[in-house]
């Protein structure tokens, strides 16, 4: 069973970043798609960004691009997603996600298979 753990969120004001971090159990990290997703009032469904396995592939929602930028340390079995230009529009819980043996995973949404329990982002305007 893959276990992840997201950390990273907290209060901030608007134009504020962020740096959301995911720990991901398990030995064949480097074979799980990763995204990330954010739960709140109308946001349902889609990943804000998504990250293939080795790291060389990567998808942006086209409201955070330019903002955010999604990475991974296949090394450490870590995801991160670096949040610039926060706006109170970026308010949610943010939920990190994996997905593994499918090509699919660079569709906002498809349903990932593991996920963590998520760390709460506020931006205040």
């Known amino acids: 069973q893959v276990q992840l753990v997201e950390s990273g969120g907290g209060l901030v004001q608007a134009g504020d970043s962020v740096r959301l971090s995911c720990a991901v159990s398990?030995?064949?990290?480097?074979?799980?798609?990763m995204a990330w997703f954010p739960r709140g009032p109308g946001k349902e469904g889609e990943f804000v960004a998504a990250?293939?396995?080795?790291?060389?592939?990567?998808y942006y929602k086209d409201s955070v691009k330019g903002r955010f930028t999604i990475s991974r340390d296949n090394d450490k079995n870590m995801v991160y997603l670096q949040m610039n230009k926060l706006k109170p529009e970026d308010t949610a819980v943010y939920y990190c996600?994996?997905?593994?043996?499918?090509?699919?995973?660079?569709?906002?949404?498809?349903?990932?298979?593991?996920w963590g329990q998520g760390t709460q982002v506020t931006v205040s305007s």
């Open positions: 996600a994996a997905a593994q043996g499918t090509k699919a995973w660079a569709d906002p949404s498809y349903k990932y298979d593991f």
């Open positions: 990250i293939s396995g080795s790291g060389g592939v990567t």
């Open positions: 398990g030995r064949t990290f480097g074979s799980y798609a």
